[in-house]
């Protein structure tokens, strides 16, 4: 009897689109080899289409062994065997395309824990690729070779041609001409991982783009703001390009002056692309003492759902180092925080923000002003995410070290409630850890102030 893995599963969908990636194929094979003055896109999707054609086949080969592929090979993401496994901020492991695709969507989460990204940096992960490598070997399949975001290699001559004839429209004292260059750079930057690449390593690129930012005339045209500082967010997913963009003069501070005077999507991505400038802790230096902190908690004030998102992940980055927990409290984080808490909105991100400002005691002073214990009680009693109540209980303990006085309410809610002791038995090991603490000086106090 023939072995099952010797008989090839035919799926009719696959069959047709694979007969399409083929006819597609040959026709831009045909523009390539009988047009002369083709452009660099006829390149790029032909390119893209070869790759589609490789990873239907690669599909194919392995979908009737799909049962028996371990789940912890597949990627969270599209479900299928990882080809370029990577690690995220998180832990979490993703193949690098699918992964990729999320990070350049503007997310600054973790897909599968929902937790705010402290940075956008993907590190290989060898030891899970080298053990899918080993089970395909066994299984008698070729795992194709990882494809990586960008390097010299994949930067063509025409890409370079086209660059300079964009930076030159830059340049050129012509209003609509800059915002068509500007909107295709966005594009460009958008779509293309080399164009990041490119204008990284382009001498004075970045510089020109920003020095649009420090023209007088911009406030009378917000499409062009909107355009530079969200092509100055595309550049910066790119990890090369985090240094030299934080590193040009003044870079950060026009940044900052569209975190304040641009658009709401001019407000977004510009705290977008501080939060991704700031994966880098020499630029979570600079960003902080450049003065970004202020108007990004207005941010989290005042914006919409997606610019506070966007302000909250920043704040989250930044404040990881000493210096900017300060600087976030000496401008009013945590009012607004607990602003933001106490309305529903991002409560995840901001009792992850303020766990890390609970170490600075200006923080913890405004928490106990801003009567922040009964709303970390509730938390930590109805909420169903044990991040959440994690979170809570360690800022909690914090506040109660500082101000003894907080004790009474949380000794009437455990008397009330036993919140705390059940968290004690049935929370993660922190915040059982932080739950049991606070019990214990509950015991050890026989009076409240």
Not at 4 to 24: C, G, W
Not at 45 to 63: C, E, N, Q, W, Y
Not at 260 to 277: D, I, R, V, Y
Not at 323 to 331: G, L, R, V
Request: one cysteine or more; a neutral charge; hydrophobic letters at 40%.
């Amino acid at each position: 009897m023939a072995k099952s893995s010797s008989i090839e599963s035919v799926d009719p969908s696959s069959v047709v689109k694979a007969m399409e990636l083929k006819r597609e194929l040959q026709r831009l094979m045909k523009v390539i080899t009988e047009e002369e003055d083709c452009g660099i896109e006829i390149f790029d999707k032909a390119s893209k289409t070869l790759i589609d054609l490789k990873d239907l086949k690669f599909k194919r080969s392995i979908s009737q062994k799909f049962d028996s592929i371990p789940e912890h090979f597949l990627c969270p993401i599209s479900s299928e065997l990882m080809k370029d496994p990577v690690i995220l901020a998180t832990g979490q492991t993703y193949d690098r395309p699918f992964i990729q695709a999320w990070l350049n969507a503007g997310h600054r989460t973790c897909p599968r824990t929902l937790q705010v990204l402290s940075h956008s940096i993907l590190t290989p992960n060898y030891l899970v690729r080298s053990m899918i490598s080993q089970w395909c070997e066994k299984q008698g399949i070729e795992l194709p070779a990882p494809i990586h975001e960008s390097c010299e290699g994949g930067i063509t001559q025409g890409e370079r041609i086209h660059l300079d004839s964009l930076l030159e429209k830059i340049a050129f004292p012509s209003i609509s001409e800059q915002k068509q260059a500007v909107k295709e750079l966005r594009l460009l930057t958008k779509r293309m991982p080399s164009f990041r690449a490119l204008l990284g390593e382009t001498p004075d690129a970045i510089p020109q783009l920003l020095s649009l930012l420090s023209q007088t005339y911009l406030d009378r045209h917000p499409e062009l703001k909107e355009d530079v500082v969200t092509t100055i967010l595309n550049l910066s997913i790119y990890d090369n390009n985090k240094k030299i963009v934080a590193e040009t003069p003044g870079a950060i501070n026009l940044l900052i002056d569209a975190l304040q005077n641009g658009t709401m999507e001019t407000k977004s991505n510009s705290a977008a692309a501080l939060f991704t400038l700031s994966a880098l802790d020499s630029n979570k230096v600079k960003i902080g003492e450049s003065g970004a902190m202020k108007p990004l908690i207005d941010l989290l004030e005042q914006g919409n759902s997606i610019a506070k998102k966007d302000a909250a992940s920043a704040i989250f980055n930044l404040c990881i180092i000493h210096e900017n927990k300060a600087i976030a409290a000496k401008d009013g984080a945590v009012r607004v925080i607990l602003k933001t808490i106490m309305e529903q909105t991002l409560v995840d991100e901001s009792l992850a923000i303020l766990a890390m400002l609970s170490i600075n005691q200006q923080a913890l002073e405004e928490m106990s002003q801003c009567e922040a214990v009964p709303c970390l009680l509730s938390i930590i009693k109805d909420s169903t995410c044990g991040r959440n109540r994690e979170n809570s209980s360690a800022i909690l303990y914090s506040i109660c070290v500082n101000d003894r006085t907080k004790l009474r309410e949380v000794r009437e809610e455990e008397n009330a409630n036993g919140t705390l002791s059940q968290l004690a038995m049935n929370g993660t090991s922190r915040a059982r850890r932080k739950a049991s603490g606070i019990l214990e000086r509950l015991k050890r106090t026989t009076h409240t102030a």
